[in-house]
């Protein structure tokens, strides 16, 4: 249900691609696509192993998917979605914390597997809270080769967590 791939320079769900180049200019609407199912994927292994995320709910909703704290007061979320006018506090700074929400999420079910799987890693590394994969930052405002690669790193890691789901249920 989930074709993860690659096309050229971009990481691709579904057909979305993911990530930004000068010289391949990506709509953010198509951007926002592949967010979305990124955060369907997680949300539908999450309930095909019957795991909970700790930190981040995570509100699949096709384009304009969700994102939201636990300890935030009810009905507080956060857009993984954008249309790309960033300004310097308000949806840059929602739109990066839905984003270390997706991560968050990605890195609690990646150590979840690892306690199932042992001999199963991430191929990159999570640190939610500086947004990065593989060392590289998933945050609008990084350089779009960089931001590219790092949302390829990101997709890596989600299709070895489809793979283990497949394989384990």
């Known amino acids: 249900a989930f074709c993860i791939w690659y096309n050229g320079p ?4 579904n057909g979305f691609r993911l990530g930004r180049l000068p010289q391949y200019p990506v709509e953010w609407s ?21 795991f ?10 096709g384009n304009f998917t969700k994102v939201s704290k636990r300890d935030d007061p009810p009905n507080t979320y956060y857009n993984l979605f954008s249309d790309g006018s960033f300004g310097i506090f308000g949806p840059r700074r929602n739109f990066n914390v839905a984003l270390t929400g997706l991560l968050s999420c990605m ?16 191929p990159y590394s999570i640190v939610p809270h500086d947004g990065k994969v593989g ?14 690669r790092a949302f ?15 394989k384990h249920s």
């Open 107 to 122: 890195e609690e079910l990646g150590g979840f597997i690892a306690g199932q799987d042992p001999t199963l890693a991430l």
């Open 152 to 166: 390829k790193f990101l997709l890596s890691d989600l299709k070895w967590i489809v793979v283990w789901c497949t």
């Open 52 to 61: 909970s995320f700790e930190k981040y709910q995570l509100h699949s909703m």
């Open 10 to 13: 971009f990481a691709e769900i």
């Open 135 to 148: 060392d590289l930052c998933v945050f609008p405002g990084t350089p779009d080769a960089t931001w590219t």
């Open 30 to 50: 198509e951007i926002s696509a592949a967010l979305g199912q990124c955060a369907l994927a997680l949300c539908v292994i999450q309930t095909r192993v019957r």
